[in-house]
């Protein structure tokens, strides 16, 4: 079993920053890609960004430039860095660590981004 702990969520005016933490407690966290999925009201869940146990990433296209994901192993944690930020990338965001064809979530956590 994994948990994972999500935090730094909030209500943001477009154009600002926020940062998103995701605390993993599993061992052997630094062998697992992990990655930052979102859903917005109405919309299915969708990828954001993700990190590979090498340190390969990959963004959607819609936050490429504006995001960046990092992963500290030694605190088993990983972020989400998120600048520039639109009314569009409204959403609850979500952890996700991927152990072969099994996918573990946490529970959330909401991104407003509004004047």
């Known amino acids: 079993q994994v948990q994972l702990v999500e935090s730094g969520g909030g209500l943001v005016q477009p154009g600002g920053s926020l940062r998103l933490s995701c605390a993993a407690f599993?061992?052997?966290?630094?062998?697992?890609?992990m990655g930052w999925y979102r859903q917005a009201p109405g919309k299915q869940r969708e990828l954001a960004a993700a990190?590979?146990?090498?340190?390969?990433?990959n963004y959607a296209d819609s936050v490429k430039g504006r995001f960046t994901i990092s992963r500290d192993n030694a605190k088993n944690t990983v972020y989400l860095q998120m600048n520039s930020l639109k009314p569009e990338d409204t959403a609850v965001y979500y952890c996700?660590?991927?152990?072969?064809?099994?996918?573990?979530w946490g529970q959330g956590t909401q991104v407003t981004v509004s004047s």
């Open positions: 599993r061992r052997t966290f630094s062998i697992y890609t």
């Open positions: 990190i590979t146990s090498g340190g390969i990433t």
């Open positions: 996700n660590l991927q152990s072969g064809a099994i996918g573990y």
